[in-house]
């Protein structure tokens, strides 16, 4: 069992200062975590997913959910074992060694750092759609002021727009599913009730866990709520729930409004076929199920979501990664800055809000920049998340020799072995590119060998097993 040291919330034990503010309960970061994978996020993907998937959206949301139930089992154990800021840069550098633990929050950095940039090109591109008159670099350095503004202003008014932004969107999900509900009443949808979670016409292993890959976008951020460990007044045990929890009921969502959505997709063979370069296949079935306001509800939705809430919460936790790594002295120490009255780190979130505007007004440019910032946001994810199953196994049962093999063995190589096979059936583009990032941080590592300069962490107190 653990000791009580080990659920104490505290970070003194492990060699550092309390200096961010603990004013988070639980409810705060289940929230948290459910705006950053945001309740309606199919909304924006749907014909992606739809297509990948041989029109079975719903199954390819139920896959994604399972596998990224064994990471947020992975997640809960090792903020159990250390409930401090830094996700998987902690966990594996604790876990392992200091030097995967900078190779890892490199890697992950792939993903927190692009996050913000995609919300921002994908929200200011669909309000662009529905104002032409206004630029799309407007509505972006609008949407990276706004948020730069809450987060700067502390933790807790970040959390009071989480639970704004939250309601917002369940409302306009329930409407959505009200309507379309009473469409599928009225003999308007298609294909039989299963179809969306399985078609034997369409069917195969390759096929669905190809769709997952696109599908688990739409996860990524419930691990974003290890990044508040040192703002959580809860204990590391509630801290882990919380992820799993969040996990839970977003999956729950994702596989409702899918399944609704997929019943009454109106062109259901075009889109098989041609896919969804636009992005507007939920909004057009919205529309034919309940008219063109639930098409502009629901668009308008998805834009505020992805480029207000969901990038605030992800501007939030990568300045906290960057605060981890630089207290560690494993990034530039300016970065560890933590303003004295709003108890934020100040200046790891102004450079977010920097590289985010840069990236995003640079492709805005492209054709598709939308596409290859997904791609590597899910490649760098993958990659940081197959660390963290290590962590797990090397820390609990190779370390402190746990015989919890389920929640220390198991679980953690049956996520890993998913994982794998998600990154290995990557696009190339993303291989390529997640590679070379994570090659630049290998020469980054060994140039600190170099200069003397070996990645440390401050003192660890021995943990006690579950």
């Given at each position: 069992?653990?000791?009580?040291?080990?659920?104490?919330?505290?970070?003194?034990?492990?060699?550092?200062?309390?200096?961010?503010?603990?004013?988070?309960?639980?409810?705060?970061?289940?929230?948290?975590?459910?705006?950053?994978?945001?309740?309606?996020?199919?909304?924006?993907?749907?014909?992606?997913v739809?297509?990948?998937?041989?029109?079975?959206?719903?199954?390819?949301?139920?896959?994604?959910?399972?596998?990224?139930?064994?990471?947020?089992?992975?997640?809960?154990?090792m903020?159990?074992?250390?409930?401090?800021a830094?996700?998987v840069?902690?966990?594996a550098?604790?876990?392992?060694?200091?030097?995967?633990?900078?190779?890892?929050?490199?890697?992950?950095?792939?993903?927190?750092?692009?996050?913000?940039?995609?919300?921002y090109?994908?929200?200011?591109?669909?309000?662009?759609?529905?104002?032409?008159?206004?630029?799309?670099?407007v509505?972006?350095?609008?949407?990276?002021?706004?948020?730069?503004?809450?987060?700067?202003l502390?933790?807790?008014?970040?959390?009071?727009m989480n639970?704004?932004?939250?309601?917002?969107?369940?409302?306009?999900?329930?409407?959505?599913?009200?309507?379309?509900?009473v469409?599928?009443?009225?003999?308007?949808?298609?294909?039989?009730?299963?179809?969306?979670?399985?078609?034997s016409?369409?069917?195969?292993w390759?096929?669905?866990?190809?769709?997952?890959?696109?599908?688990?976008?739409?996860?990524?951020?419930?691990?974003?709520?290890?990044?508040?460990?040192?703002?959580?007044?809860?204990?590391?045990?509630?801290?882990?729930?919380?992820?799993?929890?969040?996990?839970?009921l977003?999956?729950?969502?994702?596989?409702?409004?899918?399944?609704?959505a997929?019943?009454?997709t109106?062109?259901?063979?075009?889109?098989?076929?041609?896919?969804?370069?636009?992005?507007?296949?939920?909004?057009?079935?919205?529309?034919?199920?309940?008219?063109?306001?639930?098409?502009?509800?629901?668009?308008?939705?998805?834009?505020?979501?992805?480029?207000?809430?969901?990038?605030?919460?992800a501007?939030?936790?990568?300045?906290r990664?960057?605060?981890?790594?630089?207290?560690?002295?494993?990034?530039p120490?300016f970065?560890?800055?933590?303003?004295?009255?709003?108890?934020?780190?100040?200046?790891?979130?102004?450079?977010?809000?920097?590289?985010s505007?840069?990236?995003?007004?640079?492709?805005?440019?492209?054709?598709?920049?939308?596409?290859?910032?997904?791609?590597?946001?899910?490649?760098?994810?993958?990659?940081?998340?197959?660390?963290?199953?290590?962590?797990?196994?090397?820390?609990?049962?190779?370390?402190?020799?746990?015989?919890?093999?389920?929640?220390?063995?198991?679980?953690?190589?049956?996520?890993?072995?998913?994982l794998?096979?998600?990154?290995i059936n990557?696009?190339?583009?993303?291989?390529?590119?997640?590679f070379?990032w994570?090659?630049?941080?290998?020469?980054?590592?060994?140039?600190?060998?170099?200069?003397?300069?070996?990645?440390?962490?401050?003192?660890?107190?021995?943990e006690?097993?579950?």
């Open positions: 069992m653990s000791s009580p040291q080990s659920e104490a919330p505290g970070v003194e034990r492990f060699g550092y200062q309390q200096e961010l503010r603990r004013s988070l309960g639980f409810a705060d970061l289940l929230i948290y975590g459910l705006i950053f994978m945001v309740p309606i996020a199919p909304f924006g993907i749907f014909g992606s739809f297509q990948s998937s041989g029109g079975m959206v719903a199954l390819a949301y139920v896959i994604g959910m399972v596998a990224m139930a064994f990471t947020a089992l992975s997640y809960a154990q903020a159990r074992a250390f409930p401090m830094g996700s840069y902690t966990y550098g604790r876990g392992i060694a200091a030097p995967v633990g900078f190779l890892a929050g490199w890697v992950i950095l792939l993903d927190y750092v692009l996050v913000p940039s995609l919300l090109l994908v929200a200011s591109a669909a309000m662009t759609s529905f104002v032409p008159g206004v630029p799309i670099w509505w972006l350095i609008a949407f990276i002021v706004l948020n730069t503004v809450v987060n700067y502390g933790i807790e008014m970040t959390a009071r639970k704004i932004m939250l309601v917002a969107e369940l409302i306009v999900l329930a409407i959505f599913l009200v309507v379309g509900i469409a599928l009443a009225q003999g308007k949808g298609h294909g039989t009730a299963l179809s969306p979670l399985f078609d016409s369409t069917f195969s390759p096929l669905a866990f190809g769709a997952v890959s696109v599908a688990v976008l739409s996860f990524l951020g419930f691990d974003g709520i290890s990044m508040l460990a040192e703002e959580s007044r809860e204990s590391s045990r509630r801290l882990g729930r919380s992820m799993v929890f969040a996990l839970a977003a999956g729950a969502l994702f596989v409702v409004q899918t399944w609704v997929a019943l009454l109106p062109d259901r063979a075009t889109l098989l076929s041609e896919g969804d370069p636009a992005g507007t296949a939920f909004y057009d079935t919205a529309e034919y199920a309940g008219g063109h306001w639930l098409s502009v509800l629901t668009a308008v939705a998805t834009a505020v979501a992805w480029g207000f809430a969901n990038s605030l919460v501007q939030a936790a990568t300045s990664l960057l605060f981890a790594m630089a207290r560690d002295r494993q990034l120490a970065l560890g800055k933590v303003h004295p009255k709003h108890k934020v780190p100040v200046n790891a979130t102004f450079l977010v809000a920097g590289v505007l840069v990236l995003g007004l640079y492709m805005s440019s492209r054709d598709d920049g939308i596409t290859l910032l997904g791609t590597l946001v899910n490649f760098g994810a993958m990659t940081a998340f197959l660390a963290l199953h290590v962590s797990v196994v090397v820390h609990y049962v190779v370390r402190n020799r746990s015989r919890d093999w389920w929640r220390h063995l198991v679980a953690p190589a049956i996520g890993f072995l998913i794998l096979y998600v990154v990557a696009s190339i583009a993303a291989q390529v590119l997640g070379v994570l090659a630049i941080g290998v020469v980054i590592l060994a140039g600190s060998y170099m200069m003397g300069r070996r990645p440390t962490l401050s003192a660890v107190t021995p006690a097993n579950e």
